[in-house]
């Protein structure tokens, strides 16, 4: 018996939760509110681990998101006249090594037209207006466009339902946080004039505050200004006109803002929900987390706790593995990276807004000597791409042998082989050395990708999860505690 999902908001986090748990054969209703898909370009970064994951849909999700965007491979800073960093993309072993620049909107009628190739529409027009949940499943009362009601049962519920989730609040959580005392102004233009090549971001910082500017193609941008100290009120969008005179005061001169395309103001929420799940309803996205726009990670951390959820809730679903630390580990798994997404997105707020002149200068003079450094470069785009994520911590982390990587690290994608966890169904991936003979007969075969990897160079076993990060490593021909892991996941 398989159990159906009910996801409720088909934003990007719903689309991917959907389209992962569609390709994996579990059925799933995608429900939204809003009666027409938005047409903004909001989002506008896809960072390589969000692309690395995309693989592995499989239809050439993410090539085509490629195709679809402008790449960008270099981060600059500046202060007045003086260059802070160069940060070059380019140490990350990845198979898409930049950051995409996209509009969430595409991303999303890229994401809708893979998912309708599984057979899955989102049913646009339909609130869910409450929902109850007892041990065998969730109880969900839909209310369509017209006012109709419809009682629907599903055995989970994913809210991917954005930052004022009403799931969240009907669950009672706390989203505990601050709001930012101050305003911000975003747009995309056309504009010309801008002294970089159209795959490098620039940030300048200014003593009123920072402008960023991401090229989304030759000649249009997404500008965002910070516009100084909120009154408290929801801010004002700007004119094209006050864009301009600040980018005239904050940049080198010379950049011409010629059209606006769209533009928004807000302030930036910091929170994060003190629970990722309760029983049978999960959290997922802006539901569970929001964080300043520095570094662009908010979407994509959203999409890869669908990534997260989606392989875990499709083996409990389709009962092929029944463990309760399978569905167990999301929160702790995903609560740690928000986390960690919040503090970093809110330190790089915090360097581009402060006012002091003198820590100002120190600032400028200690970051310029610091990102000159390659393990500091090095770092910085690990944490950016998101291919420094791991789980370092996770219950579902099994033994790691001495050589190569970590159980609960994310395991680079090789040129050449089907992505981890690729297929109709959540499979374990084994690398094993080259002369290490058969599996033994006690291997869980429903559990584990019958096609087996080499690992010619470390040797060793390692255990791969679907989403591409070690479950576990032993030395060549230590088979029992690979065996006993997937016995463990597989038992209730
Ligand atoms: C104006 C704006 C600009 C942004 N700019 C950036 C940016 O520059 N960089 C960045 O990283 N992020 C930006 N974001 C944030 C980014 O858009 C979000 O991180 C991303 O959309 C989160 O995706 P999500 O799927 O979690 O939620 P959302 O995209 O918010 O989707 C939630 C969906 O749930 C639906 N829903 C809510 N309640 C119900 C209900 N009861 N029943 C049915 N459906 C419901 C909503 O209609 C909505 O479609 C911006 C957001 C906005 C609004």
Excluded at 58 to 63: A, K, N, V
Excluded at 221 to 235: C, D, F, M, N, Q
Aim: aromatic share 6%; glycine share 12%.
């Amino acid at each position: 018996m398989t159990d159906t999902v009910l996801i409720v908001g088909a934003g990007p986090v719903g689309l991917t939760m959907a389209l992962e748990l569609a390709r994996y054969g579990v059925p799933v209703r995608l429900v939204d509110r809003m009666t027409k898909r938005e047409e903004t370009s909001r989002a506008v970064a896809l960072w390589p681990r969000t692309l690395e994951l995309l693989a592995r849909a499989g239809g050439g999700l993410s090539d085509e998101l490629v195709a679809l965007g402008n790449p960008v491979t270099v981060a600059n800073i500046v202060a007045g006249s003086a260059p802070i960093a160069r940060v070059e993309l380019k140490d990350i072993e990845t198979p898409y090594p930049f950051v995409l620049m996209l509009p969430q909107s595409e991303t999303e009628t890229v994401l809708a037209r893979h998912l309708a190739d599984h057979g899955v529409q989102a049913e646009l027009g339909i609130e869910l207006a409450g929902f109850t949940q007892d041990e065998a499943g969730v109880t969900a009362t839909l209310r369509h466009a017209d006012g109709r009601e419809e009682t629907a049962r599903h055995g989970f519920l994913i809210a991917c339902d954005g930052a004022h989730s009403p799931v969240r609040h009907g669950l009672g959580l706390a989203f505990e946080g601050d709001t930012r005392g101050d305003d911000w102004a975003q747009g995309d233009f056309h504009m010309s004039g801008v002294p970089y090549p159209v795959n490098e971001f620039v940030t300048y910082w200014h003593e009123e505050g920072p402008a960023v500017l991401f090229p989304m193609a030759p000649g249009r941008y997404r500008v965002i200004l910070g516009i100084g100290a909120s009154s408290g009120a929801v801010p004002a969008v700007p004119p094209i006109e006050t864009f301009q005179a600040i980018l005239d005061r904050r940049g080198p001169g010379g950049m011409v803002l010629h059209d606006t395309i769209w533009s928004s103001a807000f302030r930036i929420n910091e929170r994060q929900v003190e629970r990722y799940r309760v029983g049978r309803v999960f959290l997922a996205g802006d539901a569970a987390h929001v964080h300043s726009p520095a570094g662009g990670q908010g979407m994509n951390t959203g999409m890869q706790d669908a990534v997260n959820l989606a392989w875990k809730l499709a083996l409990v679903a389709r009962g092929i593995a029944t463990a309760p630390a399978l569905l167990g580990s999301y929160h702790p798994e995903r609560h740690a990276v928000g986390a960690q997404v919040i503090a970093a997105s809110g330190r790089l707020t915090r360097l581009a807004t402060m006012e002091n002149p003198l820590a100002r200068q120190i600032r400028n003079g200690v970051l310029h000597f610091l990102l000159g450094l390659a393990p500091v470069q090095h770092q910085l785009e690990g944490t950016l791409t998101e291919t420094s994520i791991g789980y370092e911590n996770s219950p579902l982390n099994g033994v790691s042998w001495q050589a190569g990587p970590r159980a609960g690290e994310r395991m680079v994608p090789r040129a050449g082989e089907a992505p981890y966890g690729a297929g109709d169904t959540p499979r374990f991936t084994l690398r094993v050395g080259e002369d290490v003979g058969d599996h033994p007969p006690e291997l869980p075969l429903a559990l584990v990708d019958p096609l087996r990897r080499t690992n010619p160079v470390a040797g060793g076993i390692e255990l791969v999860r679907p989403d591409g990060y070690l479950a576990l490593s032993v030395t060549d021909g230590e088979w029992e505690p690979v065996v006993d892991y997937l016995h463990r996941l597989g038992r209730a």
